[in-house]
């Protein structure tokens, strides 16, 4: 078992799971993402290739428009 934090938010994941699947994991479309994990932001072309370890702390930040 996994145990992450999303924005600031404890979830517990049976398996490793990469970026890319933790987005449909969550059903969240890939478009209007920004993914940090600890820290640092994960360019999107590296989603399917960052698997996330045990206490990562990922920030999700998704765009809105607005005026």
Known sequence: ???IFINNTP???????DLQTLLTH?????Q???IAVND??????????HSLKN?????LIQATQGG
């Open 26 to 30: 969550l059903n969240l479309s890939s």
């Open 32 to 34: 209007g993402i920004a």
């Open 40 to 49: 640092a932001v994960i360019p999107k072309n590296e989603w399917p290739d």
């Open 11 to 17: 979830h517990t994941l049976k398996q490793e799971l």
């Open 1 to 3: 078992m996994l145990e």
């Open 55 to 59: 206490h990562d702390k990922i920030i």
